[in-house]
């Protein structure tokens, strides 16, 4: 008889557990709350319109690819990936408006237009950032940072300098270049995922490499074609879904978990992977004597941003934004200290805006536009159709002025999304949409276990466990959280 495995959740991390196991031989069942599989990932269509709900950046190719590898597939088996060339659009002012390229060099001419000098030092910061990559993400990350011995065994020990675990990003960025433009160039991957640069160690311009050096991505059809082509490699593996089936209680037995309840009914599993938000999983599902954190333990932790989001339809063709647009009209520190610090709503906040339809015909009705506005909040504020309302027209506002187009008489479909939904639709811990943030005291063996302490047969996955958030962490987070099950089986 095979073995049962349960996974709670269809986010990414689920997914990439599912298949795993499946190949193993396990019989795997993932239960999901949601009528869709992808979770934070999932789609909203309406009207003719096709919005990304989450992710829209798709970087880290070669992790995704990694995954398909395992099961002798590859992402162009289930999706076509296109390279977006300009990567993103840079909004300094209405009038000072920087085309980011893709492909190093021309990165690096773009660099030495902004700052003289400044092509020669992006380069040996790249290749830091290059190094940072290579041992962080193609081998630490794929270990379950259960102890300081997996550094200690870690060829590149001896390297770990190199990593600046100990620099804080924002005076490594600094101290390289002086012209104000170029930092929130390099800043916003840590601030839009983690946290403030100040508090960030500059490790993570591992992410910097994924921007510049491996470039920015898009899945044709958008992000749920990657959700579906995961999906269709765990169907094919064996594995079954079920949707609109929220986990209410996982049953467990002395140092064992037994099951799930799933709308009152008992499911058996040998082995569960949580992949739904930890907080949750542990707060809301299991007794309180079989946790591995306290309320008290999550209330002191730094969670990235929560975001406000807007899906907007528009019955016009937009002339200055492009596929990815960063708005950086506005004071970056100000918005950075508000964030993290004072944890307050924005006065001025930064925006990301996406329009996947200058890309892709399918997302969007004949000579219309998707759009998706981001601005990043702190999370546990309290949120309600006022303040959206609020924001809304300060967006507005700003997106006229930036791009000297009329954008509010032309949205034909409007929704919005923020705290409360996150809360709703994820269990999101303080609604938050991208876990905890990106510190070094929240970084690897620092982070939420993978295993739990109490319980034999559970691990966790996921964006608030190792190796953190985003849409490959949790790929590898998925991955990592199955092959301990499968050590577990082996021993
Ligand atoms: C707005 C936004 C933008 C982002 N942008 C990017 C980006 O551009 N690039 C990138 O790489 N990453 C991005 N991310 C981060 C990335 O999307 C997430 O880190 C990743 O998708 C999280 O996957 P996960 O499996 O950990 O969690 P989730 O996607 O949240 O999946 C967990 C699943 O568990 C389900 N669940 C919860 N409770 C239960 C229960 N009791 N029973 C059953 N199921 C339950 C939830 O419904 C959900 O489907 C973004 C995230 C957000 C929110």
Redesign the pocket.
């Known amino acids: 008889m095979a073995e049962k495995a349960i996974i ?7 997914l990439s557990a599912a298949s795993v196991l499946a190949k193993e031989g396990l019989q795997v069942k993932v ?4 009528r869709l599989p992808g ?3 999932r789609k909203l269509e309406e009207d003719g319109f096709l919005f990304d709900m ?4 798709y ?1 880290l190719p070669d992790v995704f690819e990694r995954f398909f590898h395992l099961f002798g597939k590859s992402a162009s088996d289930y999706y076509k990936l296109v390279r977006l060339d300009p990567s993103y659009r840079v909004f300094y002012s209405k009038d000072e408006i920087v085309d980011v390229p893709a492909g190093r060099e021309n990165v690096t001419e773009l660099f030495e237009s902004i700052e003289k000098g400044s092509g020669k030092k992006l380069a040996k910061f790249l290749d830091e950032a290059e190094y940072k990559y290579r041992v962080g993400v193609n081998q630490l990350v794929y270990k379950p940072a259960r102890s300081l011995f997996e550094f200690v065994q870690w060829d590149v020990f001896k390297g770990i300098f190199r990593l600046h675990l100990l620099k804080s990003f924002h005076s490594y960025v600094r101290k390289n270049f002086k012209d104000p433009r170029i930092w929130p160039l390099l800043e916003f991957p840590v601030i839009f995922l983690g946290a403030t640069p100040k508090r960030t160690p500059a490790l993570y311009s591992l992410m910097n490499h994924a921007d510049i050096g491996l470039g920015t991505w898009y899945p044709m059809g958008g992000m749920f074609e990657v959700v579906k082509g995961f999906v269709k490699l765990a169907e094919s593996l064996g594995v079954e879904f079920h949707y609109d ?3 209410e209680k996982i049953v467990t037995s002395g140092n064992r978990v037994t099951g799930v309840t799933v709308n009152g009914v008992f499911y058996e599993a040998d082995y569960i992977i949580g ?3 930890y907080h ?1 999983i542990e707060q809301s ?1 299991l007794p309180e004597n079989k946790t591995n954190y306290t309320e008290k333990y999550w209330d002191s932790r730094e969670m990235a941003p929560s ?1 406000l ?1 807007y899906y907007l339809g528009l019955n016009k063709k937009f002339q200055k934004m492009i596929h990815h647009n960063l708005m950086f009209d506005q004071d970056f520190e100000v918005h950075a200290t508000e964030l993290f610090e004072k944890q307050q709503w924005p006065s001025n906040p930064l925006l990301y805006t996406s329009v996947t339809s200058k890309t892709d015909p399918l997302v969007a009705p004949d000579s219309m536009e998707n759009l998706v506005v ?1 601005i990043p909040v702190a999370p546990g504020l309290e949120d309600g159709e006022s303040v959206r309302d609020k924001y809304y027209g300060l967006v507005m506002d700003r997106l006229e002025k930036l791009t000297g187009e009329s954008v509010r008489d032309h949205v034909v479909f409007k929704r919005s999304y923020a705290h409360n939904d996150f809360s709703s ?3 999101a811990y303080k609604g938050n ?3 905890l943030g990106n510190t070094l005291m929240q970084t690897a063996i620092f982070k939420p276990k993978l295993h739990s302490s109490k319980l034999k047969n559970m691990v966790y996955a ?2 608030l466990t190792t190796p953190g ?4 962490p ?1 790929i590898i987070s998925g991955q990592v959280a199955a092959g301990e099950i499968i050590k577990m089986i082996r021993k």
């Not at 709670?8 to 689920?14: C, L």
């Not at 239960?31 to 949601?34: D, H, L, P, R, S």
């Not at 958030?469 to 490959?472: E, F, I, M, R, Y």
């Open positions: 709670i959740g269809a986010g990414f991390s689920g239960f999901e709350k949601n979770g934070r990932a989450g992710p829209s950046w970087w089936s929220p986990v992949s739904a938000d949750h599902l975001s989001m981001l639709d994820y269990n949409a991208y876990g996921g964006q958030p985003g849409v490959p949790t």
